[in-house]
Each structure stands twice: as structure tokens, then as C-alpha cells.
């Protein structure tokens, strides 16, 4: 499976923007491109994602660059409910097995 | 709330024992999945059904694991002779037609004494 790189942490205040970072240099031409986010105590929760164009939905946005090789979710506003890890993903269109290969994620903290 | 149900929220036994896990998923979800989370790292894939069909097994699903999934519907993971190393969180997604998106329940988590 292709790799992707995020800082393992990243800090916010609340009803900011936040900008979470994710290089995937060696992205194929179908892998998507996944965000998962465990919240403290839960299971992984689905955020969104994209193959090649910007994405958005009720949670969030993703930005995708024109050469794919990183990729940028946007939280529009944060809330203390959105602190959590997120994951970036890149699951392969290819096969059955849509497997989900996590990486250590970004811990996003929100100040009140 | 995904819909995905795992039983039990927590176990504790003693190192040898047998344990046993269970996760229903939503009925759409034709695929489910087993992970293993344990603390500070992302959850890591142990096995796939497509139905009642296992399709692919991790390497860390060693010979004291076996997961079936009867019938399609809810699954069961088992260990036995549990060591203290198969402490961790375990996980069970659940995922239906395209885009395949993954429904995850809350886990189990599992601590060996």
C-alpha cells in the first residue's frame, strides 16, 4: 500500500479554520484518498474523500493537489467535538479488499 | 452512531484463556472487517468477509485467531490461549456498496492479565 506522511500533531482554537496536512508521493492513479477520525474512546468515524477533485461535504473539505501527491483537509470551524487523531488514507480501487491501511494519524488539540 | 455493534465493550481473563467477540453490523453491510488498535498506533487490519465468505487474512491473525461470519450477518472473533501481547483495542467495520466507506463500531477492548 501506498504511504502517507501527516505531522503527528497539530493544535487549534475554537471556530477556527484548521488545515490538516497529508503527502502521498507515491500515489497510484486509483488510489482514493481517505480521512478517518477516532474520537477518544470510539471507533474511526468516516470524514470524506476524493480521487482527484476538491470535495466537500457536511463534516468537511478536501483539498487535493493538481499532481495528487498531497492532499488537505479543511475543518471549517473547529469545535471542541473535533478534537481528535485523523487519519489520511489511500485505498486502492483494485481488488475486492477495500482495507483500510492506518498510519499513526494527526492528533488535532482545539482550545476553547 | 454507525449502527455497527461490537459485544463486549471490555474484557478482561487471564493469560491462556479462550475469549470470544462479536459485532453486528447494519444489514446493507455485505463486507465487514476486523481490526486490532493497540495504544498510540492506528488500527491494523487482521481479516475481511464478503458475506459469509473470508477473503484475506493479516499475518497477524496467527493459528490462536479464527473470525467467522455465518450466514452474513453478525461475526465472531476468537482467540485462545490468550497471551498478554493480544491486549488491545478490537475493531469491526462494516461496509456496504460503493464508495465502500467504512461503518466502525466501538470496539472491544481486550486486556490479558
Known amino acids: 500500500d501506498a504511504k502517507t506522511t501527516q505531522p503527528n500533531s497539530m493544535e487549534s482554537n475554537e471556530e477556527e479554520p484548521v488545515h490538516l496536512p497529508c503527502n502521498h508521493s507515491?500515489?497510484?492513479?486509483?488510489?482514493?484518498i481517505h480521512w478517518y477520525r477516532q474520537l477518544p474512546s470510539q471507533g474511526p468515524e468516516y470524514v470524506i474523500h476524493g480521487l482527484t477533485s476538491n470535495v466537500n461535504n457536511r463534516m468537511a473539505s478536501l483539498a487535493i493537489a493538481e499532481d495528487r501527491k498531497s492532499s488537505t483537509l479543511i475543518l471549517h470551524r473547529a469545535t471542541l467535538r473535533d478534537a481528535a487523531v485523523y487519519y489520511c488514507?489511500?485505498?486502492?480501487?483494485?481488488?475486492?479488499?477495500?482495507?483500510?491501511?492506518f498510519g499513526k494519524g494527526t492528533l488535532l488539540t482545539v482550545n476553547p | 452512531d454507525t449502527g455497527v455493534s461490537q459485544d463486549p465493550r471490555h474484557k478482561i481473563t487471564k493469560r491462556g484463556q479462550n475469549v470470544t467477540f462479536r459485532c453486528d453490523p447494519i444489514?446493507?453491510?455485505?463486507?465487514l472487517y476486523w481490526y486490532r488498535q493497540t495504544l498510540g498506533q492506528g488500527p491494523e487490519f487482521l481479516t475481511y468477509f464478503q458475506n459469509e465468505a473470508q477473503l484475506e487474512k493479516s499475518r497477524l491473525l496467527s493459528d490462536r485467531f479464527s473470525a467467522e461470519r455465518p450466514k452474513g450477518s453478525f461475526s465472531t472473533l476468537e482467540i485462545q490461549r490468550t497471551e498478554q501481547g493480544d491486549s488491545a483495542m478490537y475493531l469491526c467495520?462494516?461496509?456496504?456498496?460503493?464508495?465502500?466507506?467504512?461503518?466502525f463500531g466501538p470496539g472491544t477492548r481486550l486486556t490479558v492479565l
Open positions: 444489514s446493507e453491510h455485505n463486507r
Open positions: 488514507i489511500l485505498r486502492s480501487s483494485g481488488g475486492s479488499n477495500y482495507k483500510l491501511t
Open positions: 467495520a462494516g461496509a456496504g456498496g460503493p464508495p465502500d466507506t467504512q461503518y
Open positions: 507515491t500515489i497510484s492513479g486509483t488510489d482514493y
